[in-house]
């Protein structure tokens, strides 16, 4: 955190002055003699140093005393603005194994409930597509800053058959701006910022491989977010009889960790809404400095307030 006016800081040097002369004068020796019948019950009243009741309306106003100081310095700290330079694909997985019930009500309507969720958390004008992959991968929306044409694209996807990791990566590297999967040159310096949030119940069993397909995300400096969505007990049944369904972990880890993105982990619907709750808060936005004054004057607000009202019900108890 930083101050426009930090010369106004030391005006917080006389806080324990005042702390001091507070003290000083809640010990300073009667001026008058009363008789009173419990002289020792007044004694030991005289000698009681700390009370609630007096004291902490005190202290909190000193607080808010030093409160308004630092809020007439003008601070400044790292603020979260939009950043819609980024761009966004989201790659969800739409194999036959999304309709497994293990993740209520089934993994395929949390997966689209969750991704509309994380599309709602971005900020507007920010650009994102839309890819779906079951035996191939195919681009439903290319990148765009009409969020409710790709939650429109989100509600008509349908299932197939297939798990295809590595195409599901490779259609969305290459429908991002500036980003070739096919080049064998590494990007130029500061290319435009972009990342892949990718989500899957099941195992890669397709072409093209998909931890070298990370290695072309990684090149192409494409940050990729693996999202692993299901139980150990979710199963399905087709016409060729019944089948356990799960996703593959190492490989999800390794996707992440190649492209310097990040790994979850979703075993419930609550779960997976609030990964995606997350990256919407996230990915899109970035930090930068700016000035705080309006919060440091109200909590100074708040603190006067809160010093006035436990010194007047004190008072009304007393």
């Given at each position: ?138 681009v439903n929306v290319t990148p765009t800053a009409d969020h409710d044409e790709v939650i429109k694209a989100i ?164």
């Amino acid at each position: 955190m930083s101050f426009t006016w930090t010369w106004l800081l030391l005006a917080l040097l006389f806080i324990p002055i005042l702390a001091w002369l507070y003290l000083r004068n809640q010990s300073r020796p009667a001026e008058s003699v009363v008789l009173h019948p419990d002289a020792e019950f007044l004694q030991r009243i005289g000698q009681k140093r700390f009370s609630k009741g007096r004291d902490i309306p005190a202290m909190v106003f000193l607080l808010a005393i030093a409160m308004s100081v630092v809020a007439l310095a003008r601070p400044n700290a790292p603020v979260p603005v939009p950043d819609n330079k980024t761009t966004i694909m989201l790659a969800l997985d739409v194999s036959l194994s999304m309709d497994a019930k293990d993740i209520v009500p089934t993994r395929f309507i949390a997966a689209q409930e969750a991704a509309r969720l994380f599309i709602k958390q971005l900020p507007k004008g920010t650009k994102i597509g839309l890819v779906s992959f079951a035996g191939y991968a195919a681009v439903n929306v290319t990148p765009t800053a009409d969020h409710d044409e790709v939650i429109k694209a989100i509600d008509e996807l349908s299932l197939g058959r297939g798990t295809a990791i590595g195409a599901g990566i490779r259609e969305s590297v290459g429908a991002l701006p500036g980003r070739n999967p096919d080049a064998q040159t590494k990007l130029e310096k500061n290319p435009p910022p972009v990342a892949v949030v990718l989500l899957t119940d099941g195992r890669n069993n397709r072409e093209p491989d998909p931890i070298e397909m990370a290695g072309m995300a990684r090149d192409q400096q494409v940050k990729v977010y693996t999202v692993g969505l299901g139980t150990e007990s979710g199963s399905i049944n087709l016409e060729n009889g019944g089948f356990r369904v799960g996703f593959d972990p190492e490989t999800l880890k390794t996707i992440a960790s190649t492209t310097g993105g990040q790994y979850f982990e979703a075993r419930s619907a609550g779960q997976l809404n609030a990964v995606y709750k997350s990256l919407g808060r996230s990915i899109g936005w970035t930090t930068r400095p700016g000035e705080v004054t309006h919060l440091a004057a109200a909590l100074a607000g708040i603190l006067l307030f809160v010093s006035l009202a436990t010194g007047e019900l004190n008072r009304r108890v007393v």
